[in-house]
């Protein structure tokens, strides 16, 4: 089995990072009383930096290391025309687009943060309008209070979003903390799908370049999911919620059965002694009616699908990270085991599900 040329593929695991982003998009777009502190592009001797609250950053307009290699300016994924040019070079039709706004800005000043998101997620939404059933960069909610992050949600939906990120590690508590439930039932009402995605390193692991640390993190990384998922099944948030969409975002796929079956297992075992939630179904059935993983480029947990169900699985391509299939995404599918699960499973797991969860004709 293959992918016709035809085919519509959608990656449901794409990226925008701070050093693609427009130079004036927050200080042409924060109040005044946030513009002096806000994120800002400065010329330093090593070229143009952005700068938030006195501190330097990160580069603009500049690759870091490990990102992918393309002749051009620097703001091509930043760019929605561009981005489009880049995704017609790869064969993929619609991008779901994250930005890790929060980690990479390093705003310490909650207010501001908020202040940040609400701009950024202003410009994603015109970002989006040029070509609406292909380009989904999802809006970014302020975390660091669970009723910010849901009057943010509610306005963020009145723009156009399809999906908006939970940021899991700014939480002052788990999102499935009892402070959580109004957000979720707010979440559940307005029924686009709520994303969380990796962050940073592990506590005793940190990424670091030219170091053994660097692939060692990178190993490891999207287990870092695992708290989230069982802590949203299991404490009863997704299944009193049933229209919430928890979409776990470079999630990976070969922990996830077993995650599953041990959620089925310690069910069993403690449901009688459970005081405050007693789930009245399995883990495994809630995770099925709710939950959806996303992968790049893996052989063992494309082969384990069939455990985790086809319909809970969404491919992508992680443009434009260093590990990125990009430009060579068609020929990674075909391949990967992917191809070997059949013509029903590939259409799944590469358009079909994503364009069900988002909305993409």
Known sequence: MALSPSQRIISADDHMDVH?????IFQERLPKEHREAGPRVIETPDGPFWQAEGRVIS????????????????????QPQTRLEDMDRD???AQIIYSPMTTQLQIQNPELRAACLRAYNDWAADFNRLAPSRLLLLSHLPSHDPKAARDELERVTRLGHRGAIVGQQEAPE?????SWRGFWDTANEIGIPIHTHLGPAPRSLQMKLGSWRMPATVAIIPMQLDEALVGMVMSGMLELRPRVKLVLGESGLGWVPYVIERMDHEHHKYHDKTKD???SMLPSEIFRRQVY??????????????EIGADNV???????HGDSTWPNSRKALADSPL?????????KVTCDNAARVYGIS
């Open 277 to 279: 939630h007693r789930l």
């Open 339 to 347: 191809s070997a699960l059949g013509d029903d499973v590939l259409r």
């Open 293 to 306: 993983a996303t992968y790049e480029d893996e052989d063992l947990g494309v082969r384990l699908i069939p």
């Open 20 to 24: 693609v982003l427009p130079p004036s």
């Open 174 to 178: 788990p999102i499935f903390d009892d």
């Open 91 to 93: 064969g993929v039709y």
């Open 314 to 320: 969404m491919w992508a391509s992680d443009y434009p």
């Open 59 to 78: 580069p603009s307009g500049r690759k870091a290391a490990g990102y992918i290699s393309a002749n051009d300016h620097g703001f091509r994924p930043g």
